[in-house]
């Protein structure tokens, strides 16, 4: 099925571990997100990519580091985990006009202990 | 800078009642406003969108939602809860630009009642 694949689904790191959150979309769209949701704070944009080649700070990006790779893949990386990490992570993927909508993965569901 | 503020954090219905999920926006352009549902353990579904056509805008599910400039909301409703409506939904806006960056509310849990 047409979507957006987010690899892991479950992860638990101790502080101080690094890892990449993988995140692949099918539906040829431009623009791709990631972002955390935590109890009573709803979504919180990380970082965003309009399109192919750029990417741009969102609302809470210290601590994360990501990667356009091709106009498929948008990877968020933790460097160095801290408990204040610990959160669920979504991608989400839309064509670049304002009226679309967004597609969302499945989310990853971080622990840091 | 826009901001979406949804009224409740949960919300009781008995099943077959009304279903009313508030929320209310600023902006200081004409915006794009959304709703998404989110069921347990999954990620957000679009739910319905308005685009600045009609002001009153269907979606899946029997959903609906009208849009009031003069009173800058953009409601959710159904007329009739089923249990299968049990979700946490999030009212969206969309800034201005030529790509899309939304900004999300902190979510409203609608429990149905049977």
Sequence with gaps: NAGVTQTPKFQVLKTGQSMTLQCAQDMNHNSMYWYRQDPGMGLRL????????????????????VSRLNKREFSL???????????????ASSERD??????????TRLTVV | AQSVTQLGSHVSVSEGALVLLRCNY?????????????????GLQLLLKYTSAATLVKGINGFEAEFKK??????????????RDAAEYFCAVSESGGYQKVTFGTGTKLQVIP
């Excluded at chain 1, 990380?46 to 580091?65: L, M």
């Excluded at chain 1, 304002?98 to 989310?107: I, L, V």
């Design chain 2, 26 to 42: 600023s902006s200081s352009v004409p915006p794009y406003l959304f709703w998404y549902v989110q069921y347990p353990n999954q």
């Design chain 1, 98 to 107: 304002r009226d679309y909508g967004y597609t969302f993965g499945s989310g």
């Design chain 2, 70 to 83: 003069s009173e800058t909301s953009f409601h959710l409703t159904k007329p009739s809860a089923h249990m």
């Design chain 1, 77 to 91: 990386r933790l460097e160095s985990a801290a408990p204040s990490q610990t959160s669920v992570y979504f991608c």
């Design chain 1, 46 to 65: 990380i970082y965003y990519s309009a399109s192919e080649g750029t990417t741009d700070k969102g609302e809470v990006p210290n601590g994360y580091n």
